[in-house]
């Protein structure tokens, strides 16, 4: 079963930059779409990346385009999104998340079956 673990999360000033990392097990990611999402408190869960099985294609909301970066590892079975110029809405837990069978990703949570926990980002001055 595959199970994935985010991690990089924290506290930064606008301007600054994360990256943060989504570590799979259980299962080998390149056979995987992969989704980076986010949540922020009374608000809907936002598909803001998505990579396709072995990275063949991306796609980012406008919220986020030009400013994060989604890339894999597949020797380290794992998934990036480095992320520059954040802002204070960019605040939210983040969750990683992936589904097998598509041929492309969706920013759509409903197409996900395996979710990570989350990490909390949060930007402030």
């Known amino acids: 079963q595959l199970q994935l673990v985010e991690s990089g999360g924290g506290l930064v000033q606008p301007g600054g930059s994360l990256r943060l990392s989504c570590a799979a097990s259980?299962?080998?990611?390149?056979?995987?779409?992969i989704g980076w999402f986010r949540q922020a408190p009374g608000k809907e869960r936002e598909g803001i990346s998505c990579t396709s099985t072995s990275g063949g294609s991306t796609n980012y909301a406008d919220s986020v385009k030009g400013r994060f970066t989604i890339s894999r590892d597949s020797g380290k079975n794992t998934v990036y999104l480095q992320m520059n110029s954040l802002n204070p809405d960019d605040t939210a837990v983040y969750y990683c998340?992936?589904?097998?069978?598509?041929?492309?990703?969706?920013?759509?949570?409903?197409?996900?079956?395996?979710w990570g926990q989350g990490t909390q980002v949060t930007v402030s001055s």
């Open positions: 259980g299962a080998t990611l390149d056979y995987y779409a």
């Open positions: 998340a992936a589904v097998s069978g598509v041929t492309n990703c969706p920013l759509f949570s409903r197409w996900y079956d395996y």
